[in-house]
């Protein structure tokens, strides 16, 4: 089985700065995609950040310029790098796998974390 673990929220003024890590666990040959989502109160989950296996990223237009995915492969982890946060960053965020393969021969089509939250307020 793979496992997500997040860390990293917490509250910030506007303005501030935050890091999120994504850790992948268990015996994992090969990861396609890890992503981070994220879910503010009252709306619906919406992918934030990704980044695939070849290293191409993609962002949503409300963070372009502001947050970071990278991802270390040998480690199984992904980080979002967040700057300039605004109120409107508050949410959820996710970890999010897309397609991962292990060892074993068993294949995940996704798995998701369990969130950690991200509190942008003065």
């Known amino acids: 089985q793979v496992q997500l673990v997040e860390s990293g929220g917490g509250l910030v003024q506007p303005g501030g700065s935050l890091n999120l890590s994504c850790e992948a666990q268990g015996n994992i040959f090969s990861i396609y995609a890890m992503e981070w989502y994220r879910q503010a109160p009252g709306k619906e989950r919406e992918l934030v950040a990704t980044?695939?296996?070849?290293?191409?990223?993609n962002y949503t237009d409300s963070v372009k310029g502001r947050f970071t995915i990278s991802r270390d492969k040998v480690k199984n982890m992904a980080y979002l790098q967040m700057k300039s946060l605004k109120p409107e960053d508050t949410a959820v965020y996710y970890c999010h796998l897309d397609r991962v393969w292990e060892y074993s021969g068993s294949f995940y089509s996704e798995n998701w974390g369990q969130g950690t939250q991200v509190t942008v307020s003065s």
């Open positions: 980044i695939t296996s070849g290293g191409r990223t």
